[in-house]
């Protein structure tokens, strides 16, 4: 090594200051060799960089894919979510809304277990959607601001449904967001991953948002 030898960042700066170095010097470009990123051998730095924008468009289309996946799938949550809403809509019996809202959505996103109950409801019958239930339960509602995701299963309100979930989604109904709760809505799945934690909560909290207003019929009779 002598005190003219040039160090790698010294090249690279050159280069960067220089970008018509390989224009004027196009023949090294094209025998220039450099190791081949998945080899022993070397390639040309010409073909270097032809691999290299072929692995970036590898990339683009996995993101591509990925995106038209996403597309698809909030595609399908979109019309289920429509169909459920005019299921809830043409209900002209008030008092077989909450069994819509329960039968609905199971019905319409293959869920294995929906348990509901409701109360501050006066209309409501004490039996069925209307069975009563424990302050605890009452005061875990009015505390839960957003709807839970997650596997924990020892929860009261699992108990409302026939087969204990690996996953499950425990969705608060009020009349508005500052207003005591009127309901849980609990929804279970043999997927473990279905209701996981790490899932965001968007669309549960427009279930919460439609299905409380539904129920404003009830509360108005």
């Given at each position: 090594m002598t005190d003219n030898t040039l160090s790698a960042e010294q090249v690279a700066d050159f280069l960067r200051d220089n970008n018509d170095f390989f224009t004027t010097h196009a023949d090294l470009f094209a025998t220039l060799p450099v190791p081949h990123p998945h080899g022993g051998r070397t390639i040309s730095l010409g073909e270097r960089q032809i691999f290299t924008l072929r692995e970036?468009?590898?990339?683009?289309?996995?993101?591509?894919?990925?995106?038209?996946?996403?597309?698809?799938?909030?595609?399908?949550?979109?019309?289920?979510?429509?169909?459920?809403?005019?299921?809830?809509?043409?209900?002209?019996?008030?008092?077989?809304?909450?069994?819509?809202?329960?039968?609905g959505l199971a019905q319409q996103f293959d869920l294995n277990e929906v348990g509901l109950r409701l109360w501050r409801l006066e209309q409501l019958p004490e039996t069925g959607y209307g069975a009563p239930v424990s302050e605890d339960v009452r005061?875990?509602?009015?505390?839960?601001?957003?709807?839970?995701?997650?596997?924990?299963?020892?929860?009261?309100?699992?108990?409302?449904?026939?087969?204990?979930?690996?996953?499950?989604?425990?969705?608060?109904l009020r009349p508005a967001p500052d207003e005591p709760s009127i309901g849980l809505l609990v929804l279970g799945s043999d997927d473990p991953e279905r209701f996981s934690a790490d899932k965001g909560t968007t669309f549960l909290e427009t279930v919460s948002s439609l299905a409380s207003a539904t129920l404003r019929r009830l509360a108005a009779a």
């Open positions: 970036r468009i590898r990339e683009f289309e996995w993101r591509l894919n990925d995106l038209i996946s996403n597309a698809s799938l909030n595609e399908d949550i979109s019309t289920k979510l429509k169909q459920w809403s005019c299921r809830l809509l043409g209900e002209t019996e008030i008092q077989r809304l909450p069994g819509e809202i329960a039968l005061t875990f509602t009015d505390t839960l601001k957003v709807p839970y995701c997650g596997t924990d299963t020892e929860f009261e309100a699992v108990k409302w449904l026939t087969a204990t979930p690996r996953s499950l989604a425990l969705i608060p």
